[in-house]
């Protein structure tokens, strides 16, 4: 059964580093999703892509976010200045169209810790 | 307001016993989804189940079901002939329909511990 993928599965940065987390999605999915979960907290939508552009963004989305298809298969979150508070588990997603009934698939995640 | 609410911080069930997982939403689209995922200690998540807003059965899966009460707006999981490979982290999620943003909105879940 196709699934999404996602490297590394643990990053370790320091303060102020910049990391990349790198997505797979499912081949004939168009949508794509980042989301956080803080530990012990509930999971939080970043943004979603569509298109090679932002479809949709949340608060916790700011300037030092971006994301970038930069092939036909990869999907990658960038994190210009790590913080503290940006450690957490950080999933990528992936829907076959947009709509209420389209099951996301969610990737393993990549488990951030800032140090 | 919260869109999400799961009450239960933790459930406790013993093997092969059900377990009912508590979820209530709020929302004002007639229009919308229902998800229950799957969290284990591993941290990935799973898909386990949907309800649309207009389909008229409860879902089912295996042994997982929703029990969808429209009026009261809730979206109760139910878990049949619970097994130790069930604890885990259980997370119950709407999507609407309003102005074409599907993003679903996670509840902070409820931690199912099952019992030998």
């Known amino acids: 059964e196709p699934e999404v993928t996602q490297t590394p599965s643990h990053q370790v940065t320091q303060m102020g580093q910049e990391v990349i987390l790198r997505c797979v999605p499912i081949?004939?999915?168009?949508?794509f999703y980042w989301y956080r979960q803080i530990l012990g907290q509930k999971v939080e939508f970043l943004v979603s892509?569509?298109?090679?552009?932002?479809?949709?963004k949340s608060e916790i989305f700011d300037d030092q976010f971006s994301v970038e298809r930069p092939d036909g298969s990869n999907f990658t979150l960038k994190i210009r200045s790590t913080k503290l508070e940006d450690s957490a588990m950080y999933f990528c997603?992936?829907?076959?169209?947009?709509?209420?009934?389209?099951?996301?698939?969610f990737g393993p995640g990549t488990r951030l810790t800032v140090t | 307001a919260q869109k999400i609410t799961q009450t239960q911080p933790g459930m406790f069930v013993q093997e092969k016993e059900a377990v009912t997982l508590d979820c209530t939403y709020d929302?004002?689209?007639?229009?919308?989804?229902l998800f229950w995922y799957k969290q284990p200690s591993s941290g990935e998540m799973i898909f386990l189940i949907y309800?649309?807003?207009?389909?008229?059965q409860n879902a089912t899966e295996g042994r997982y079901s929703l029990n969808f009460q429209k009026a009261r707006k809730s979206a109760n999981l139910v878990i049949s002939a619970s097994q130790l490979g069930d604890s885990a982290m259980y997370f119950c999620?709407?999507?609407?329909?309003?102005?074409?943003?599907?993003?679903?909105?996670f509840g902070r879940g409820t931690s199912l511990i099952v019992h030998p």
């Open positions: 081949s004939n999915h168009l949508y």
């Open positions: 892509f569509y298109n090679n552009e932002i479809s949709e």
């Open positions: 999620a709407m999507r609407e329909g309003t102005g074409g943003s599907y993003i679903p909105t």
């Open positions: 929302t004002s689209d007639q229009s919308y989804g």
């Open positions: 309800q649309g807003s207009y389909d008229e």
């Open positions: 997603a992936s829907s076959e169209a947009l709509g209420v009934s389209y099951e996301q698939y």
